[in-house]
């Protein structure tokens, strides 16, 4: 995570002093699309150094908040890594209106409604992708809900144990994953592909292989896993629980 602070605060900061006067019409993103007529109306002058000023506390204050948040809850530090950078560009769209025109213009109501929409729609992932996927299960099959969910069979299981460490991840391949939340594909340093349904950090977690080599690492987030454990060798009869 922390890397990914700095990253993404050095390259807002760097946006900040690339834009020039000069290049501007290169590089801004609207105003390259304007007509001359269009881009004499704009305030350069006024528009440069706000904008340089707004990049530079948008780093720098992206990196203290996150790294924060970080230490405090790594859940909340992922959701204000995606939510923060919009709604400050939307705070950005909406104070700079005065240099090119007002709210009232095409062009601006476009950009607004634009990043209302992103915005929108990553409230949406996380909703969807922060609820918890819940494991049901019989004597006949077990059932991952939700993102990334399948349903296993009892004559696909291998074996199911307890594992007190994840293998160690090397990338995400397909999936979702925001503080201690991780849902989907991921390598291993090894090359093997897992799936990971962890709901939260809670340890140990529960490994299920199936014949075919595959695994999946779950973890609930309100029950205990020992207890869902325990559960199932009530209800699934295996002989490959460890």
């Known amino acids: ?3 990914v602070l700095i990253g993404m605060s050095l390259t807002f900061i760097t946006i900040g002093f690339i834009v020039t006067e000069n290049n501007a019409e290169y590089l801004l993103s609207g105003y390259n699309t304007m007509s001359k007529e269009e881009r004499k109306k704009v305030d350069l002058k006024s528009f440069i150094p706000f904008f340089r000023k707004f990049h530079i506390v948008l780093g720098v204050s992206f990196l203290i908040l996150g790294y924060g ?3 405090i809850n790594k859940n909340v530090a992922g ?3 995606g939510v923060y950078p919009i709604l400050a560009y939307i705070y950005f769209a909406i104070t700079t209106s005065i240099f090119t025109g007002g709210l009232k213009t095409k062009s601006n109501k476009i950009g607004i409604f ?4 992103a915005f929108i729609f990553v409230i949406g992932l996380l909703t ?3 609820k918890e996927n819940k494991i049901l299960f019989d004597s006949q099959k077990v059932e991952f809900k939700g993102t990334y969910g399948e349903i296993l069979q009892t004559d696909q299981i291998k074996s199911i144990e ?7 991840i090397s990338l995400k391949t397909n999936g979702f994953a925001i503080g201690e939340i991780r849902k ?8 093997e592909v897992v799936k990971l349904i962890l709901n939260s950090e809670q340890k140990p977690y529960i490994l299920f292989t199936k014949l075919d080599g595959t695994k999946i690492y779950y973890s609930a987030k309100e029950k205990s896993n020992k207890g869902i454990l325990k559960e199932l060798k009530n209800k699934l009869p295996l002989s490959g629980y460890n």
């Open 184 to 191: 989907g594909y991921f390598k291993t340093k090894n090359g």
């Open 79 to 81: 959701i204000f890594l």
């Open 128 to 130: 969807y992708g922060f």
């Open 1 to 3: 995570m922390i890397y």
């Open 162 to 168: 307890i594992e007190n460490e994840l293998p160690n």
């Open 114 to 117: 634009t990043l209302a929409g």
């Open 69 to 71: 948040l970080n230490v």
